[in-house]
Nanobody, 125 residues
């Protein structure tokens, strides 16, 4: 079974940067649509970014131009590079994977079968 383990979260001031990693085991990352979700305190989980099996990436509007999703097939690892962080980016970030999520469904969390444990990102003003 696929296992996902996030790392790289932390506390930064507004304007700072972080790189999140998601190590994938039990399956080849190239076989999956991969996504980052986040959940702020008291808020619903929301999609942040997705990169599908074909390399097409999708971003939540509020992070466009600031976040970049990528994957290293050789390392079987997904990344989220976050720059110019804002307090509203604060939350627990989750890595998610599924075999065939694409298009309009990339930010529908119920479509993803595999999830990591989450990593905390805190951005102070």
């Amino acid at each position: 079974q696929v296992s996902l383990v996030e790392s790289g979260g932390g506390s930064v001031q507004a304007g700072g940067s972080l790189r999140l990693s998601c190590a994938v085991s039990g399956g080849a990352i190239s076989r999956y649509s991969m996504a980052w979700f986040r959940q702020a305190p008291g808020q619903e989980r929301e999609g942040v970014s997705n990169i599908d099996r074909h390399g097409q990436s999708t971003y939540k509007d509020s992070v466009k131009g600031r976040f970049t999703i990528s994957k290293d097939v050789a390392k079987n690892t997904l990344y989220l590079h976050m720059s110019n962080l804002k307090p509203e980016d604060t939350g627990v970030y989750y890595c998610a994977a599924d075999w065939a999520v694409a298009g309009s469904g990339v930010f529908r969390d119920y479509l993803y079968n595999f999830w990591g444990q989450g990593t905390q990102v805190t951005v102070s003003s």
